[in-house]
């Protein structure tokens, strides 16, 4: 679940920007805002296997000076999956919402007997990131506009994908677990998806994995439909396991800039 839930973050990790004069850069949101609700079931086969929450706070919170969402997502296994594996996580960042990016990440890892706890600060003026686990303390230096894999998916719900073309690849650093990744996600163009809820126009996005093998399938295994429109949420989410499948889809939603257009 740990490991699922980085990658799908980090494939989440999209777009860049530049920084003048010891100045944050400035990026135009009109897709989210406080008060979201997301929630999304994770399928294996035919299986129930975990479910996620995602929410911005209503209100917003002063980090390092600066006004942040806070955002919160909470992950853990459900029915069968539950007794073979107990996992209960929760992914917290302060997302600067003039930048759109991480103030403070913090995270909370509760897998059987596995727990880690975890504060990280950026400093993105001084191009550093201090993390503190429990009593050790590491500073890394990082580039400009680094992200958490939480932060990572609010920028890319602000990207204009009008204005890319399909098989572009962008790439974005990002910090997790110590390391800066080079992150890569390539668009695929626009598509139609069969919900629950009807069917709905999506964007559709491909992260080009590292050719580690052994857990994912191929270097192209997760396949991400975000919607069309202002919001850019996800709709469902593909994995190629080298075992099995897993299935994302989105349950519940509320709070949303603009409604989503079912059809």
């Known amino acids: 679940m740990k490991k699922l839930l980085a990658v799908v973050g980090g494939v989440l990790l999209i777009g860049s920007g530049f920084t003048w004069m010891n100045t944050y850069r400035r990026v135009i949101n009109t897709s989210f805002g406080p008060g979201e609700h997301l929630e999304y079931r994770v399928h294996y086969g035919f299986l129930n296997a975990a479910e996620a929450l995602i929410d911005v706070a209503p209100t917003l ?8 969402y806070k955002v919160d997502v909470n992950g853990r296994t459900v029915g ?16 600067d919402t003039t930048a759109i990016l991480p103030q403070k990440f913090y995270t909370s890892l509760r897998e059987n007997k596995f727990h880690k706890e975890e504060n990280i600060t950026f400093n993105h003026l001084n191009h550093t990131v201090k993390a503190e686990e429990r009593t050790e303390r590491d500073v890394f230096k990082v580039p400009d506009n680094v992200h958490d894999v939480v932060s990572s998916y609010y920028y890319l719900r602000t990207v204009d994908f009008n204005k890319l073309p399909v098989g572009q690849v962008i790439e974005v650093p990002a910090f997790y677990d110590g390391t800066v990744y080079n992150m890569k996600v390539r668009y695929r163009g626009k598509e139609t998806i069969r919900t629950k809820f009807g069917k709905i126009n999506v964007l559709k996005l491909n992260p080009v994995l590292p050719k580690t093998g052994g857990f994912f399938k191929d270097d192209e295994s997760i396949r991400i439909w975000v919607s069309d429109d202002l919001n850019k949420i996800p709709i469902k989410v593909e994995v190629e396991l080298a075992i099995g499948s897993l299935d994302m889809d989105l349950r519940r939603q509320g709070g949303l800039k603009q409604p989503l257009k079912f059809f």
């Open 61 to 68: 919170y002063k980090v390092n000076d600066r006004p942040c």
């Open 80 to 95: 069968a999956f539950s007794v073979v594996t107990k996992v209960q996580d929760n992914w917290r960042s302060y997302i």
